[in-house]
């Protein structure tokens, strides 16, 4: 396994196969997003303003370490994710779900 790791070609792969992963990954939040742009707002209480606000900075800050160290996956898959995260947060903090 470690000299498969080590091979540039293969680690290319590995870096290819993890960014398309990485950019499926945050289409998770998508529940999240119908529930409280498209369904009656109401139904948005039952989403955690404080979770997502966390979620989105954690997401932020791996995105920074992704650009910082040249993880192209990290990067991509984590800038993604907390674009989508600070758009619930503001939803959530429109229609007054911030508590």
Request: with cysteine; net charge positive.
């Amino acid at each position: 396994m470690r000299e498969l790791i080590k091979n540039a070609n293969h680690r290319e792969r590995i870096e290819d196969v993890m960014l398309f992963i990485g950019l499926i990954g945050p289409f998770a939040a998508m529940p999240q997003l119908y529930k409280i742009f498209i369904s009656h707002d109401g139904y948005a209480h039952g989403v955690s303003f404080v979770t997502w606000l966390i979620y989105a900075f954690l997401a932020a800050f791996w995105s920074i370490y992704g650009l910082v160290f040249g993880k192209r996956a990290l990067f991509l898959s984590n800038m993604l994710t907390s674009i989508i995260d600070f758009i619930i947060v503001g939803r959530l903090f429109w229609i007054g779900c911030f508590l």
